[in-house]
């Protein structure tokens, strides 16, 4: 099945830093998510990015699908930032099962 | 998005007994999953909880361990039977809405503890 790899693992910044996570899949794929898992558990959508660009605030993604990764990029990061990163990806038509990747967990300084 | 619930929020289970962990939204669905989190790892799909029908299952997972049921459009459950401690995760529901079948999401979890 497809593979799903996301660096750096862990990342620690200073509030107000600027950070970039990748994420590599092994496969062509139809869709793909961001999600942020705070520190209670839960996830949060960030952005819905199957390819091309996005930006939403001080967060913005990129997925160049023909090269089969993402970039999610964090500006000014803030404290509230902190959590686990993951990327998810479905390469099976009609059936929206998605694989997650092995998560970037994050922590910023204040 | 509408709002999923899950219940309960957390539970700390003995050994070999087994536990029903709900999820409902509020409005109608799409599709509907059940995701296993074992601690400091990803997440792993367990099923597909297909209304009025058998889940579908992720290889791994088997019906015997964990019965999925899923009566109606908004509403499933899954039960994690004869627990053992390896079975101490967060479990996930998620769903995909009529209007946007391509994103899922997730409603906030179960953290279950076997001792």
């Known amino acids: 099945g497809i593979q799903v790899e996301q660096s750096p693992p862990d990342l620690i910044l200073q509030e107000g830093a600027n950070s970039t996570l990748r994420c590599n899949f092994s496969d062509s794929v139809n869709n793909l998510q961001w999600f942020h898992q705070n520190p209670w558990g839960q996830l949060i959508n960030l952005f819905y990015?199957?390819?091309g660009t996005k930006q939403n605030g001080r967060l913005s993604a990129t997925t160049v699908a023909t090269e089969r990764y993402s970039l999610l990029y964090i500006s000014s990061s803030q404290t509230t930032d902190s959590g686990v990163y993951f990327c998810a990806v479905s390469s099976t038509s009609g059936t929206y099962k998605y694989i997650f990747g092995t998560g970037t967990r994050l922590k910023v300084l204040a | 998005s509408a709002v999923i619930s899950q219940k309960p929020s957390r539970d700390i289970c003995q050994r070999g007994t087994s536990l029903t962990i709900q999820c409902q939204v509020d409005s109608q669905v799409t599709m509907m999953f059940w995701y296993r989190q074992q601690p400091g790892q990803s997440l792993t799909l367990i099923a597909t909880a297909n209304q009025g029908s058998e889940a579908t299952y992720e290889s791994g997972f088997v019906i015997d361990k964990f019965p999925i049921s899923r009566p109606n459009l908004t509403f499933s459950t899954l039960t994690v039977s004869n627990m053992s401690p390896e079975d101490s995760s967060i479990y996930l529901c998620?769903?995909?809405?009529?209007?946007?079948?391509?994103?899922?999401?997730f409603g906030p979890g179960t953290r279950l503890t076997v001792t």
């Open positions: 998620s769903v995909t809405y009529l209007d946007m079948v391509y994103e899922q999401y």
């Open positions: 990015i199957p390819s």
